[in-house]
């Protein structure tokens, strides 16, 4: 055990909250410190968790009251990587885990978890075309056993299918 104090930023004005090294309640945890100062403060200029509206946690929180850490790229809510951090370790050639969920992928080294639910519209078409461009490094098996969501398979002929 440690008895260094937590300390948890807010991304969006800075503040700094510490709480107990060892917090007993939620009132010691800096981050549950943050999670409400964000929530009162800066309500509304964050994003919504897409996992969120899934769940039946958390449902009275202001929307947009989910933010990304600015330590790890993650959402405040999930944990899940940022659309952008993904696509950026994509690029680097870091290996992407296929899951036999249609909704989730690891990615990397650390096994980071992205959801599917964060990507926009626009991300996800991003997504597809990676797909068809064969850019992204699979992990055994090498192939999405388990077709992310909002892929769906295009036979164009008996020679080539496209993922759309």
Do not use: M
């Given at each position: 055990m440690t008895d260094t104090p937590q300390r948890s930023t807010?991304?969006?004005?800075?503040?700094?909250?510490?709480g107990e090294?060892?917090?007993r309640t939620a009132s010691e945890n800096a981050y549950v410190q943050l999670l409400e100062h964000f929530k009162t403060?800066?309500?509304?200029?964050?994003h919504t968790c897409g996992r969120r509206v899934e769940g039946f946690a958390f449902r009275n929180d202001p929307p947009a009251s989910d933010?990304?850490?600015h330590t790890d790229s993650t959402c405040s809510y999930c944990g899940s990587l940022s659309p952008a951090?993904?696509?950026?370790r994509v690029d680097k050639g870091e290996e992407v885990t296929p899951t036999?969920?249609?909704?989730?992928?690891?990615?990397?080294?650390?096994?980071?978890?992205f959801y599917f639910q964060h990507l926009s519209d626009d991300g996800?078409?991003?997504?597809?075309e990676y797909?068809?461009?064969?850019k992204f490094k699979l992990a055994h098996p090498g192939y999405f056993y388990v077709r992310p969501y909002f892929v769906t398979l295009q036979i164009k002929d008996r020679q080539q299918r496209d993922l759309v």
């Open positions: 807010c991304p969006t004005c800075k503040q700094v909250f510490t090294a060892s917090p403060v800066h309500a509304n200029t964050g933010f990304w850490r951090e993904f696509f950026k036999d969920k249609p909704y989730k992928v690891y990615v990397g080294p650390d096994n980071s978890k996800k078409q991003l997504f597809i797909l068809n461009q064969q």
